[in-house]
DNA sequence: ACGCAACGTGTAACCGGTTACATGTCTCAA
DNA sequence: TTGAGACATGTAACCGGTTACACGTTGCGT
């Protein structure tokens, strides 16, 4: 037995389509006898609406593609839990399609959203100008987040990587730091490069204090494996300031596991504050992660629904918070 | 400027839409003049085929629905990465609905699935068996994940509760642990049920041990109430089971917080082991969150495209790992 | 020279909804 | 009595693809 369709519930309620789909989207002009045998067709025939019949003569899904890097673990739930909190809320789905670094497939992942997204949010630190407007897919109204290169075309949310980065640096400077190592993140990420550009910028005013960045690649092993190569080499350092939580806290362990303490003789910091951080005491800037998911979800289906255009470009605010690995034991 | 449609290609490339079709679905008879046109027609127009129209016709979404109850953090991430990683491997989107427990608007969203997706994912172990099957869409095959009371119905695959709540009664056992604390999960969830009941029945076959047991809601601040609570009552206990990893960290902070000593004083495990547990020393049961989610997705995919009908019914294995709150301090 | 098959292509129906427009009925004022 | 207007309803076109079927060419064997 195939699903019923609309027609099958118009004949059996002794009505036309029309009206059927009048009384299914709560049209006004409708007589309470039609209104209720439609009601009872429907019932009876277990009737659901077919979405993508539906989409195609609407011009509408209801669905928001949300189109994601690689993320690791905590970043990524916690940005998503943000956005469903709005999309549900306002009656939208969210489609995934996260972009595998270096994957071909993932491009076109992107185009195949056409027809099947009302708009979507893409975020992709790790794209070219030029790469990124090629793949963004024509006529569907995006918001980009941490994402360079196309603030004249959409709208676009960053981080505010530099006031964070620059918080860092005050703060282990304040702390009398002297050699001090960054851990940045991979070579073509945007926000990698603000978080370094802004902390080396900050460091370098000062005399007497040295700098050192490696690269990472966001991932906790990297960060493990960057402190054991520069404890291996006996190079003395006194403070490590990773580019995200993940970073850092595969520092703690290379430290630890060093029989180094934390905060005594190396002082410790992370960016994102991922719900982890919290347990280890980690210092770490905090993004608000959700309610950056939140808010940017809310300003994309606001364009969508027409209300407003939203702003060409804006920053989100981030915050220092100081923890054990900085502070007191 | 309104998108190109595949008549608009057609009537550039001077052939009709059917040899389009053709060309773009890599149909085999088709000319290589024709081929040629097509393909130029389509990159001079930037053509991008209508998702919804394509799903209409064809009755083929390639989407997955993955309905999910709140999930706390790191549970959630581990499934959908597992999911996410088989579903662009086979050519799928995942689209996300979740299923706000007690929200009448989220078990909606459960049927406005129909003409979305081509099956779905659900996992509801809050759910009953009636109340679950007049959510479920008609005609979309689905698996179910920690779900019961459908196993005839719809392949279901469920983790081994009572085998990895037995391990940690046994462990405790051999620990010479005679005061037992177990922090259930919430009254209506299946998978609470589970572990609850097995945990039990392996300790009251001891005598000499004691049982209490007392609920949570899965969430770490519950597990931090449960732990206060007990210590404030001057109950005295040395063993601590909670029904979830996020519930036995919140159990932690109580214990560090009243100066009690970790695994001295008392023994503390979880269950799931999300990533922070490692890095916590938190004795759990290992689940393989992301395995579990691509092997159901797998099998989902495989029904859905007929190679074959999965079991009525699975058990996805679990592991006691051992760790610091339970071992070496 | 003829018939037939293989092949490439085009026409139009179809998927399941929405909705502009036409139609029929009823009420009420002139 | 008649005509206008309000209202409920039905008919059919449309959204943008896919594909069954019909059609005209070409090449082959006899």
Redesign the interface.
């Known amino acids: 037995m195939a699903?019923a369709t609309i027609r099958d519930v118009a004949s059996r309620a002794q009505v036309s389509v029309a009206s059927v789909s009048r009384v299914l989207n709560g049209f006004e002009k409708v007589s309470q006898q039609t209104r209720e045998r439609v009601a009872a067709a429907v019932a009876e025939l277990?009737y659901?609406?077919?979405?993508?019949?539906?989409?195609?003569s609407m011009a509408r899904?209801h669905?928001i593609g949300v189109v994601l890097p690689d993320l690791h673990?905590?970043f990524?739930?916690?940005i998503?839990?943000g956005m469903?909190r709005v999309a549900?809320e306002r009656g939208y789905?969210?489609?995934?399609?996260?972009l595998?670094v270096g994957?071909p497939?993932?491009t076109s992942?992107l185009?195949?959203?056409?027809?099947?997204v009302d708009g979507a949010m893409v975020m992709a630190p790790h794209l070219g100008e030029e790469e990124l407007a090629a793949t963004l897919?024509?006529?569907v109204p995006i918001v980009l987040l941490n994402t360079r290169g196309q603030e004249g075309r959409h709208p676009t949310i960053s981080l505010d990587n530099a006031a964070g980065a620059s918080a860092v640096a005050e703060h282990l400077l304040a702390l009398g730091r002297k050699r001090v190592i960054h851990i940045a993140g991979p070579l073509g990420n945007a926000d990698a490069q603000e978080r370094a550009q802004a902390f080396a910028a900050r460091l370098t005013q000062c005399e007497g204090v040295t700098l050192e960045t490696v690269e990472g690649d966001f991932s906790e092993q990297s960060g493990e494996a960057a402190v054991a190569t520069l404890l291996h080499s006996n190079q003395p350092f006194d403070a490590v300031f990773a580019a995200n939580d993940n970073m850092a806290?595969g520092a703690l362990q290379a430290l630890r596991q060093a029989g180094r303490q934390v905060p005594e003789a190396v002082a410790v910091a992370g960016f994102d504050d991922i719900?982890?951080a919290r347990?280890?005491g980690l210092t770490t800037v905090r993004v608000g992660i959700a309610e950056l998911g939140e808010h940017s979800l809310s300003e994309l289906l606001d364009t969508i629904e027409g209300r407003g255009a939203p702003p060409a470009s804006t920053l989100h605010p981030v915050e220092l918070v100081v923890r054990t690995t900085t502070g007191q034991p």
Not at 48 to 56: D, G, N, T
Not at 93 to 98: G, Q, Y
Not at 111 to 116: C, E, P, T, V, Y
């Open positions: 699903e277990g659901v609406p077919h979405a993508a019949a539906r989409s195609l899904t669905s673990g905590e990524f739930s916690e998503v839990r469903d549900s789905l969210l489609l995934l399609a996260s595998h994957s497939l993932g992942a185009r195949a959203l056409r027809g099947r897919p024509p006529g806290i719900p982890m347990h280890l």
